[in-house]
T-cell receptor, first 112, second 114 residues
Framework: DVKVTQSSRYLVKRTGEKVFLECVQDMDHENMFWYRQDPGLGLRLIYF???????EKGDIPEGYSVSREKKERFSLILESASTNQTSMYLC???????????FGSGTRLTVV | DQQVKQNSPSLSVQEGRISILNCDYTNSMFDYFLWYKKYPAEGPTFLISISSIKDKNEDGRFTVFLNKSAKHLSLHIVPSQPGDSAVYFC?????????????FGKGTHLIIQP
């Protein structure tokens, strides 16, 4: 089974901090995605990547950046954390960007 | 503009009965549809999918129906079990429609009552 691992389940950070969320997948998938989930808003795409060193903006990229230096790892960076970035962050990977995804367990980030 | 709509934020069903979750879409280019299930503090897990060349796909207790003319799909769970209590997300994609991946609805919280 494909496994997508997010390094932290819960994080608490201060406003203005630079935050790194790490995601690793073990099935050699080309495609990786970062979503955030908020009540009443569903899953919203932040950034995605189709290959190493390649990245594309999703629907809500403002305040975020990403890094994909290795195929198995996709990092989400909050350049200067703000309270409105408090959310559940979900990483996913897929062999086909239009097919089924495998999600990680999520990182619940609280910015205080 | 929301391209995938799940108009019921929550749904309560008695154990053993049928659960019907609905999803509407506006983009006529969508040709592949998926349902995901999510428990609290876990990531979504893939449940079932359907291609636009079909109008029904069945997997055990789960059946997805697609009505292309109405741009509507539904997920039927029969019989409903307590472990089915979760948030269900409808998702859609369009082959050749760009590199944006899946578009998700806002989710429906299904509650199975004993």
């Amino acid at each position: 089974d494909v496994k997508v691992t997010q390094s932290s389940r819960y994080l608490v950070k201060r406003t203005g901090e630079k935050v790194f969320l790490e995601c690793v997948q073990d099935m050699d998938h080309e495609n990786m995605f970062w979503y955030r989930q908020d009540p009443g808003l569903g899953l919203r795409l932040i950034y995605f990547s189709y290959d190493v060193k390649m990245k594309e903006k999703g629907d809500i990229p403002e305040g975020y950046s990403v890094s994909r230096e290795k195929k198995e790892r996709f990092s989400l960076i909050l350049e200067s954390a703000s309270t409105n970035q408090t959310s559940m962050y979900l990483c996913a990977s897929s062999t086909n960007p239009l097919g089924s995804y495998t999600f990680g367990s999520g990182t619940r980030l609280t910015v205080v | 503009d929301q391209q995938v709509k799940q108009n019921s934020p929550s749904l309560s069903v008695q154990e053993g009965r049928i659960s019907i979750l609905n999803c509407d879409y506006t983009n006529s280019m969508f040709d592949y549809f998926l349902w995901y299930k999510k428990y609290p503090a876990e990531g979504p897990t893939f449940l079932i999918s359907i291609s636009s060349i079909k109008d029904k796909n069945e997997d055990g207790r789960f059946t997805v129906f697609l009505n292309k003319s109405a741009k509507h799909l539904s997920l039927h769970i029969v019989p409903s079990q307590p472990g089915d209590s979760a948030v269900y997300f409808c998702a859609a994609s369009a082959l050749g429609g760009g590199a944006d991946g899946l578009t998700f609805g806002k989710g429906t919280h299904l509650i199975i009552q004993p």
